[in-house]
């Protein structure tokens, strides 16, 4: 049984920052992608930035630089840095963790719970 468990997440003002933290626990030797995706209220679940395996990255066009994506202290581990936050970025945001390293939500085994983003003044 794998467990994906995030921390980090609140309330910020626009401009600010937050930092994610994602573990992946429970079967020891595997070796996964590591993505978050985020979902706000009538919209679907979108790929925000993800980490292969090896180390490389993607990031969503609209983190325009703004999110980093880096390994935590185990293979299975990430963190997201969320700087220059605007109101649109507003959503609960959620850890992933698979075996494909796509954008597609459908393709990722195991999931975080969510936590909340909120960007507001």
């Known amino acids: 049984q794998v467990q994906v468990v995030e921390s980090g997440g609140g309330s910020v003002q626009p401009g600010g920052s937050l930092r994610l933290s994602c573990v992946a626990s429970g079967r020891s030797g595997d070796r996964y992608a590591m993505a978050w995706f985020r979902q706000s209220p009538g919209k679907e679940r979108e790929c925000v930035a993800r980490m292969w395996s090896g180390g490389s990255t993607y990031y969503a066009d609209f983190v325009e630089g703004r999110f980093f994506i880096t390994r935590g202290n185990t293979q299975n581990s990430v963190q997201l840095q969320m700087d220059h936050l605007k109101p649109e970025d507003t959503a609960v945001y959620y850890c992933?963790?698979?075996?494909?390293?796509?954008?597609?939500?459908?393709?990722?085994?195991?999931w975080g719970a969510g936590t909340q983003v909120t960007v507001s003044s």
């Open positions: 992933a963790a698979g075996f494909k390293g796509t954008t597609a939500p459908s393709e990722y085994e195991y």
